[in-house]
């Protein structure tokens, strides 16, 4: 059971405006991550990317993190977490208006570029806002309170994902007799109708970047106009934090370990949903977006009721029973997928549940690797503010460093989409790669999870309080 005290404050009396504020902010990010997996299948499509390919969007995505999170940290330690978050803000907004001329030219690198840029913002934000939501209250709170911040952030991800669905994706999804048709359809503007057919996918991303490109800026001008108040600590002027003293707390480089492999799962299992869900069913890339849909509503679901059951049981523990029934799922992904059920035969791709209010059967797979989103839903939270506490001065170094921890959706997502491009993602009786081969990577990430929840997470070191 939890020892939180019973009247400790949720937020800092007096600053409960600026919390509402920040909270927008865990919105707003949710945006290119989770438009990032949908445009794996879209550029599947409109760019003619192979799997292995495809794996270089989440990689500019993390990577953009992974190199500004540091900087970004160092920046917030000297300038403070409002010239951090504006900083955040333009470097977001400059990313998503990138997608303009990328769709123009129809340039793969140009894609990465744009979201390398976002990702460098979000980097600048999340560093920022996690922070600093941690310090906006008693100490014996900030799990709860962070995740009911986070709670916010799968919003993002439910409009998202509706976004990208209804105006990213066509529906438009040929076959290979009906491309040969088009390359040789020569059409009145000159090449073929292919040729447009990719045109016109191409031209279909940008106008969603551009739409949150200006929701950003409006977010700016509130941010700029508003007074934040400094964490008690900075507030001395006096020490300030450094790597030397950060290696002296097990928890927070534990935290690193632990969330590294966490945004491996995480970003393994949503980058490639739609992917999994058309090689595993009949349904296309438009009713595969609804399971997406749903998928979010079930992290938004679990993130709400994490937090309330944090009011009694401890988060770090909360974490870990939650990653072991995300092991039993993930393992039902895998054995019940196609390629499982060439490999071993057990007859769980032949369990299928009907889609309610559909005429669609999916095989129970399907639902397992979706339900996976409502216990993954307070891991990134927890593991955060676990590793944070503590730390007093060194918390912005600290915080930042944790956030380059999300390379581990990166590497793992080339490492799941190397692993189902190779022969060892082919199966007997399928003529194509299939990617729950390549998940067992998501296997060995709540492996680590459970050690750091169960074993790893105790605070230690010269604690601040």
């Keep these: 059971m939890s020892d939180f005290p019973k009247k400790s404050n949720l937020v800092t009396k007096g600053h409960l405006g600026t919390f509402v504020l920040i909270t927008s902010l865990f919105f707003l ?17 409109s760019l003619e990317l192979s799997l292995a390919q495809t794996g270089f969007l989440p990689f500019a995505l993390k990577t953009g993190y992974f190199l500004v999170s540091v900087p970004a940290g160092l920046y917030m330690q000297k300038k403070g977490y409002k010239a951090g978050i504006m900083m955040g803000l333009m470097l977001f907004a400059a990313g998503c208006l990138m997608f303009y001329p990328a769709a123009s030219t129809q340039q793969y690198i140009v894609f990465l570029f744009g979201i390398f840029v ?45 976004a990208a669905t209804v ?10 007799a009906e491309i040969e048709r088009m390359k040789e359809s020569v059409i009145a503007a000159g090449g073929n109708e292919y040729q447009q057919f990719l045109k016109d996918e191409n031209f279909r991303v940008f106008p969603v970047y551009i739409a949150l490109a200006a929701v950003i800026l409006i977010i700016a001008f509130l941010v700029r106009r508003t007074k934040f108040p400094e964490p008690a600590t900075e507030k001395s002027g006096g020490e300030k934090g450094s790597l030397k003293a950060l290696l002296k707390y097990p928890h927070w480089w534990g935290a690193i370990i632990s969330q590294f492999f966490y945004l491996a799962a995480q970003l393994g299992t949503w980058s490639y949903l739609v ?24 992290f938004m679901t679990g993130r709400f009721f994490a937090t309330w059951l944090m009011k009694f049981f ?95 959706g990166a590497l793992g997502s080339l490492a799941i989409s190397s692993l189902a491009g190779s022969d060892w993602g082919l199966a007997a009786g399928i003529d194509t790669h299939q990617i729950a081969a390549g998940m067992c990577v998501i296997i060995i990430s709540y492996c680590v999870i459970c050690w750091y929840a169960f074993a790893g997470s105790r605070p230690r070191g010269p604690l601040y309080e």
């Excluded at 990010?29 to 499509?45: A, E, G, M, R, V």
């Excluded at 913002?121 to 962070?146: H, M, P, W």
């Excluded at 992917?275 to 079930?298: P, R």
């Design 118 to 162: 976002m990702a460098g913002g979000c980097a600048f934000l999340e560093i920022g806002a996690n922070s600093f939501i941690v310090s906006l209250g008693d100490k014996a709170t900030s799990e709860r309170r962070l995740n009911l911040a986070q709670s916010f952030n799968p919003i993002g991800n439910i409009m998202a994902s509706t």
């Design 275 to 298: 992917l999994y869900i058309t090689q595993n069913s009949a349904l296309g890339e438009k009713a595969a977006g609804g399971f997406v849909i749903a998928n979010m509503i079930l």
């Design 29 to 45: 990010w949710s945006w290119p991550n989770t438009l990032n997996d949908f445009l794996i299948t879209q550029f599947k499509k």
């Design 167 to 176: 105006f990213i994706f066509s529906g438009n999804e040929p076959d290979a």
């Design 314 to 408: 401890k988060p770090a523990r909360l974490m870990g029973v939650y990653a072991v029934i995300n092991l039993c799922l993930i393992s039902i992904a895998i054995i019940g997928s196609k390629w499982g059920e060439a490999h071993f035969g057990l007859g769980l791709n032949g369990i299928v549940i009907p889609v309610p209010f559909t005429g669609f059967q999916v095989p129970v797979s399907i639902y397992a690797l979706i339900f996976t989103a409502f216990f993954m839903s307070l891991m990134y939270p927890t593991n955060f503010a676990s590793g944070v506490k503590g730390l007093g001065p060194n918390a912005k170094l600290g915080a930042s460093i944790l956030v380059m921890s999300l390379i581990g």
